[in-house]
């Protein structure tokens, strides 16, 4: 087996080197529900890197969802009592929107993903601090378990987080190997001229990638909520850089085509073991996100199709 036919099995393979290292470390780490809870915990990271993968994979990046997951916290806070349960569909459906407009921004008015995504996302952490008035606001106990109690726990001693992620990856792959959208993605990520020139509107599909983000990273924002009972526009602080990475040490290239949301759900675990590693290894919280963005750095450079990316600006 040549280079090029492992390459596509490396993400599983750094897994389970990276599981094998923890588990020298303390054996404890190998036990099946000390593995559920690990996957439980990154299920909220797993649901915003998910929405990332569809942009990553026409080729794009989505630099909002942190933000949309903070804004969503707060306006899940604030709509539980005039809508209950339906605040969910409502803080998913403005997620959903604020990715159209970022997607809107990128293919109409020809801006670069990264420098729409990014103003995008200044509007929606302006809009969770306004609603906030920039301070951490609190469910009633009550409420939200009326109306959220069903994302919280374990059933059958699985945690509720980790089968909304399960859903949402069988959605995601339905939506990649069975869609005519996920078949349009791949053909824009493997060569959008070629895409357009075949006479799909590469826009539409474009606007749909960043929607379906935005959304996911409601999503998240939502189980953050519910998990620490409250919002505040501020409370994912720091989720975006291991999202991404994520998404590329799974497999997902930045300019991408190849991958998808199951390269990710593979990516999301290698951060979590990581991260156990580094707290059995002492690295202090601080140091984290350097790391992290080290990792960011070599998954690029070693995933990135080089044949369509000719100068480097």
């Not at 920039?134 to 919280?152: H, I, N, V």
């Not at 939502?222 to 009972?229: D, E, G, P, Q, R």
Request: aromatic residues 8%; hydrophobic residues 55%.
């Amino acid at each position: 087996m040549n280079l090029d036919k492992l390459k596509k099995h490396f993400p599983w393979i750094t897994l389970v080197v990276l599981a094998i290292f923890v588990g020298l470390l303390d054996p404890n780490f190998l036990r099946p529900e000390n593995l559920l809870q690990l996957a439980g915990d990154i299920s909220t990271l797993f649901i915003m890197a998910l929405g990332i993968t569809f942009v990553i994979y026409i080729g794009g990046i989505d630099l909002s969802a942190q933000s949309v997951a903070n804004m969503t916290t707060v306006l899940a806070t604030l709509l539980l009592p005039l809508m209950g349960g339906f605040a969910a569909l409502a803080c998913i459906a403005i997620g959903a929107v604020f990715g159209l407009v970022s997607g809107f921004v990128s293919t109409r008015l020809k801006v670069p993903s990264f420098i729409a995504t990014l103003a995008v996302g200044g509007v929606a952490l302006s809009v969770g601090q306004y609603a906030s008035g920039q301070k951490a606001l609190y469910m009633d106990a009550a409420m939200r378990e009326q109306a959220f109690g069903w994302m919280t726990g374990n059933i059958a001693g699985l945690p509720r987080e980790m089968l909304i992620a399960a859903v949402l990856l069988v959605i995601g792959l339905v939506i990649e190997r069975r869609m005519v959208v996920g078949r349009v993605l791949k053909a824009i990520g493997a060569g959008e001229l070629a895409a357009s020139a075949s006479g799909l509107n590469v826009d539409r599909y474009k606007m749909i990638a960043f929607s379906m983000s935005g959304a996911c990273a409601a999503i998240a924002g939502l189980l953050f909520a519910v998990k620490l009972s409250g919002g505040s526009p501020v409370i994912a602080n720091g989720f975006l850089l291991p999202a991404i990475v994520a998404v590329l040490v799974g497999g997902t290239p930045l300019t991408g085509g190849v991958g998808g949301v199951l390269n990710t759900a593979i990516g999301a675990l290698i951060v979590a073991v990581v991260r156990t590693s580094m707290l059995y290894l002492d690295v202090p919280a601080t140091a984290q996100q350097i790391f992290f963005g080290l990792v960011l750095i070599v998954a690029i450079a070693l995933t990135i199709d080089r044949s369509k990316v000719r100068t480097v600006k």
